[in-house]
């Protein structure tokens, strides 16, 4: 029995439920997984994973399956290729077979994770900031979506970061390190090879380019507009997605990006979750209406002030978020309850990853790398602050150091995409119940465009407001700033009354 499946058992709870939209892959021992669907073999491997996800087959130029892609994946040309399957142009036995798969797979946009097995070789890949959450235990020959999936004993206490420490202080997992000694996080835009469970980095290669070469900025806006507004136009209609809409910048470019797919949308929706949030829902309402979508309005703060909830229900709750991201500190009651009742979906759409539009991990007022500061910005838990640079400096050079020359004036912003975002966006949306949130953002062709445009001009947020214009999206007030005007609480109000 799997520790994931022993510890539901024990406190009650619903594995199938604790662990949707996730998966396991193992080499021998497949664990009995009722509810999920496999396991699929292919040759000495096996895969089980929640029937929620979709999976299709990869399948080589003599028509022999090869392999499966797990998730949700858009290509280049805005065709959803996880309902479908994957065609490669190549087979195992030519010279440029590896090369094919890489640049397959590098042109996929969404939430996904691709599982190659041929005679010769086994690799795992993965999307570009691992929004497909993806852990490994080489002892036990395991690939599996959160820690507690990979083991068949109780935790192990990484010395490292304690994630005890982790569940009642706060702070991220990082530089590989999960809440077990013998388990490992991938690292994104790497390949897993599960011959020695070695990664090994196929992307950005030497050629990639990330100097400016727009003709303007507005110029660079409109194409990455148009791309996200391809891949968000593709989940809408070949999915039932749902959209939270509030007063966000993010939020308003994507479902304008997505204009024209609005009326395929299944619901849209703003959540309560504190006293600030009512703003967002107010902010959110006025910005469905101008779309003609009907705003549904999730109410978690009622729902617990009401007494509807029981104490045991919110720790059931935050339980299963524990053991779902293997052990990170849990939300507030609030927020969890909030996260299970998002209207029904397949998917629910977010404007994560485009806080690369504001250069969000560059410090203030200078561009020259700062490993302290690069550190910091992972906020790795477990330890005091001021510790950081010295117990994670070698771990980071390492990493570092797995970059081509061409890539490391954006040493940051890897950081963000390889080590923080997995560390925290990629295994916290694994524990948020019902729904299976994905970033049309997630797409290597918008991450580099986006990379190209100048710190300076990310950081002033002048591209942002670019990509908004480029979007026709609405300039909004933001909710901290309406918060302040007392003479619209009253019309707030009324949303909850």
């Known amino acids: 029995m799997l520790e994931a499946q022993r510890l539901c058992q024990d406190r009650g709870l619903d594995f199938c439920d604790v662990f949707a939209h996730q998966y396991v892959l193992s080499h021998t021992d497949h664990p009995e997984i009722s509810g999920w669907g496999g396991p699929f ?9 929640c029937r929620k996800l979709d999976c299709c087959n990869i399948i080589d130029g003599h028509g022999h399956c090869v392999g ?43 939430k996904y994770i691709a599982f190659l097995l041929t005679d010769k070789e086994r690799r795992v890949y993965f999307d ?8 490994y235990n080489h002892e036990a020959k395991m690939v599996a979506s959160s820690p507690l999936l990979t083991l068949r004993r109780e935790v192990k206490v990484n010395p490292r ?45 030497e050629t990639t380019s990330f100097e400016d070469d727009f003709d303007t900025p507005e110029d660079a806006a409109q194409q990455i507009i148009a791309r996200l507004g391809q891949i968000t136009d593709a989940m809408i209609r070949n999915y039932g997605c749902a959209f939270p809409i509030s007063g966000g910048n993010d939020s308003r470019t994507l479902v304008y990006a997505a204009r024209d797919s609005l009326s395929h949308l299944n619901h849209a ?12 829902c107010f902010l959110g309402k006025k910005l469905a209406e101008e779309l003609g979508l009907e705003l549904q309005i999730v109410d978690a703060v009622s729902d617990i002030g009401s007494g509807n909830v029981s104490k045991f229900q919110t720790r059931q709750l935050s339980r299963s978020f524990q053991f779902a991201t293997g052990f990170m500190k849990p939300p507030k009651p609030a ?22 539009s504001r250069a969000n991990q560059w410090p203030r007022e200078s561009l020259a790398f700062d490993l302290s500061h690069a550190i ?10 001021e510790d950081r640079t010295a117990l994670w400096r070698d771990d980071y050079i390492e990493w570092m150091e797995t970059l081509p020359e061409n890539a490391k ?70 909710a901290k700033k309406l918060s302040k005007q007392k003479h619209l609480h009253s019309q707030v109000d009324e949303l909850f009354a």
């Not at 570009?128 to 852990?135: E, F, H, Q, S, Y």
């Not at 202080?169 to 990082?174: P, T």
């Not at 929706?269 to 967002?280: S, V």
């Not at 910091?376 to 602050?385: E, Q, S, T």
């Open 161 to 205: 970061i304690d994630y005890r420490v982790v569940v009642k202080e706060g702070g991220n997992y990082g530089l590989q390190n999960t809440c077990d000694a013998g388990v490992l996080r991938a690292v994104s835009n790497h390949y897993l090879d599960l011959q020695d469970f070695s990664l090994h980095r196929h992307w950005p290669d």
């Open 128 to 135: 570009p900031v691992l929004d497909m959450a993806a852990v």
């Open 335 to 356: 927020e969890l309850l909030a996260y299970q009742r998002v209207p029904e979906s397949e998917l629910v759409l977010r404007g994560n990853i485009m806080d690369m």
């Open 269 to 280: 929706y703003a959540h309560r979750i504190n006293w600030i949030t009512k703003f967002d």
């Open 409 to 478: 004036a954006r040493t940051y912003e890897f950081a963000f995409i390889e080590q923080l975002l997995p560390n925290t966006l990629g295994s916290r949306l694994m524990g948020l119940g019902r729904a299976n949130y994905v970033n049309p953002f997630n797409d290597r062709g918008l991450i580099t465009a986006c990379m190209k445009v100048s710190p300076q001009l990310r950081k002033k947020g002048t591209f942002n407001h670019m990509l908004r214009d480029a979007a026709g999206a609405p300039k909004s007030i933001r």
């Open 376 to 385: 910091d910005k992972l906020a790795i838990g477990g330890c005091a602050p």
């Open 68 to 110: 499966w892609l797990l998730g949700v994946a858009v290509d280049g040309e805005g065709t959803v290729v996880s309902q479908r399957g994957i065609l490669l142009d190549a087979t195992p036995s030519d010279g440029q077979f590896w090369s094919v798969v890489e640049r397959t797979i590098s042109n996929l946009a969404g």
């Open 41 to 49: 073999p292919i040759g000495d491997w096996q895969l089980s994973h």
